[in-house]
Nanobody, 127 residues
């Protein structure tokens, strides 16, 4: 059974940076696309970024494009989300998730295409 564990969340001032990590175990990590999603209080879970199994294709939500960067290190079974120029509206619980399909050619922004999910890490951006 694959497990995903996020880390790196915390409290940061607006304009600051954080790097989230998601460590995977229990499955061939390098064969699956990975995604980051977030959920703010009272809102639905929304797509943030995704990276293909090879790392050659990435996709971002418009709200984070140019500020966030997703990357992966298949040797370490870890995917990262570098978040720069953070804004108060980025405050949410951030989740990483693994694609259900092995070696999907393109990344997906749909939550239903991902399983399993990590437990989430809180990111709070103060103004």
């Amino acid at each position: 059974q694959v497990q995903l564990v996020e880390s790196g969340g915390g409290l940061v001032q607006a304009g600051g940076s954080l790097r989230l990590s998601c460590a995977a175990s229990g499955r061939t990590f390098s064969s699956y696309a990975m995604g980051w999603f977030r959920q703010a209080p009272g809102k639905e879970r929304e797509f943030v970024a995704a990276i293909s199994w090879s790392g050659g294709n990435t996709n971002y939500a418009d709200s984070v494009k140019g500020r966030f960067t997703i990357s992966r290190d298949n040797a370490k079974n870890t995917v990262y989300l570098q978040m720069n120029s953070l804004k108060p509206e980025d405050t949410a619980v951030y989740y990483c998730a693994a694609d259900k399909w092995k070696q999907r050619p393109l990344t997906s922004s749909l939550p239903q295409t991902y399983n399993p999910w990590g437990q989430g890490t809180q990111v709070t951006v103060s103004s």
